[in-house]
């Protein structure tokens, strides 16, 4: 196998981080997503995917991108917030709520040190 750039997850990690710096979601959310389907299991690179979306105002794919990464990192409480800012978008306050309260808690586990 030789090398080439496109077979590469660090090449679509820089790509997507550094078009969704630019506000280029569109391009940030496909470069994403090349990088989950080369790494399943990262849950930053599905999270990325998700806030792409999530600007794209495509919050129910958002919703799916980041509760895949949530599957991966469960008590991520900043893609937990996301998570309830795309629920609440889509119009679903109750699921939204949940996962405000579940940030908050884990948000304040983690400034009491726990």
Not at 25 to 45: F, H, I, N, Q
Request: hydrophobic share 45%; charged share 25%.
């Amino acid at each position: 196998m030789t090398f080439h750039p496109t077979n590469n997850p660090f090449f679509w990690q820089q790509t997507a981080d550094a078009c969704f710096a630019d506000g280029r979601y569109e391009k940030a959310a496909e470069a994403y997503l090349r990088l989950c389907e080369m790494t399943p299991g990262d849950a930053a690179a599905w999270a990325g995917r998700g806030k792409s979306l999530l600007n794209l105002e495509r919050f129910l794919d958002a919703a799916d991108a980041f509760e895949r990464a949530l599957v991966i990192s469960p008590d991520d409480a900043e893609t937990i917030n996301l998570l309830g800012k795309a629920y609440q978008a889509i119009g679903d306050a109750e699921r939204a709520a949940l996962c405000f309260v579940r940030a908050a808690e884990l948000d304040g586990k983690k400034e009491q040190g726990l």
